[in-house]
Antibody, heavy 118, light 108 residues
Framework: EVQLVESGGGLVKPGGSLRLSCVAS????????MNWVRQAPGKGLEWVGR??????????EYAAPVKGRFTISRDDSKNTLYLQMNSLKTEDTAVYYC?????????WGQGTLVTVSS | EIVLTQSPGTLSLSPGERATLSCRAS???????LAWYQQRPGQAPRLLIY???SRATGIPDRFSGSGSGTDFTLTISRLEPEDFAVYHC?????????FGQGTKLEIK
């Protein structure tokens, strides 16, 4: 059974940093392209970015609002996906989900809440 | 970037009625990689349909998905009280994996 468990959310001041983690199980993590998705309070869903597997160059892609501030990385030895968030803005307040797509079928974690506020 | 437009924005129906929700893409969605999610207030999105027409595990058969290319539809054959929620579509055929803005299904 595929499981994705996010952690690391919390309250941070504008301009601050936070690192989210997502521990994966139930599939071969090292073969997977992994994603982050977020949802701000009362808003729609937004894809944040993704990292490809090592054999595909571990290439990363980001949505425009976070490019240059967020970094996605992975540690295949720990089956863990990371989202390093720097220069946080109030508009980054959201629940962050890690997501895995296999043959078009999405799997999401339960999410972790990040609140950016002074 | 593929833009997904969901319509209508709000749909008002009564329990027992049929609901038809639309998700239109600005470009063809590769491999019909299109998913539908249901979101009730205060809850995380729940996967209903993937690959345009495959029901996720445990989803009642009153939910069905159809379509290809740029036009996709989620149909709920007979609405139950618990079906009144917000519905999102997402394409995973090309990066960035964009979402529609959502359709709110409310009780009439």
């Amino acid at each position: 059974e595929v499981q994705l468990v996010e952690s690391g959310g919390g309250l941070v001041k504008p301009g601050g940093s936070l690192r989210l983690s997502c521990v994966a199980s139930g599939f071969t993590f090292s073969n997977a392209w992994m994603n982050w998705v977020r949802q701000a309070p009362g808003k729609g869903l937004e894809w944040v970015g993704r990292v490809k597997r090592k054999t595909d160059g571990e290439t990363t892609e980001y949505a425009a609002p976070v490019k240059g501030r967020f970094t996605i990385s992975r540690d295949d030895s720990k089956n863990t996906l990371y989202l390093q968030m720097n220069s946080l803005k109030t508009e980054d307040t959201a629940v962050y989900y890690c997501a895995y797509y296999v043959s078009g079928r999405p799997y999401w974690g339960q999410g972790t809440l990040v609140t950016v506020s002074s | 970037e593929i833009v997904l437009t969901q319509s209508p924005g709000t749909l008002s129906l009564s329990p027992g009625e049929r609901a038809t929700l639309s998700c239109r893409a600005s470009q063809s969605v590769s491999s019909s990689c299109l998913a539908w999610y249901q979101q009730r207030p205060g809850q995380a999105p729940r996967l209903l349909i993937y690959n345009a027409s495959s029901r996720a595990t445990g989803i009642p058969d009153r939910f069905s998905g159809s379509g290809s290319g740029t036009d996709f539809t989620l149909t709920i054959s007979r609405l139950e009280p618990e079906d009144f929620a917000v519905y999102h579509c997402q394409q995973c055929g090309s990066s960035p994996y964009t979402f529609g803005q959502g359709t709110k299904l409310e009780i009439k």
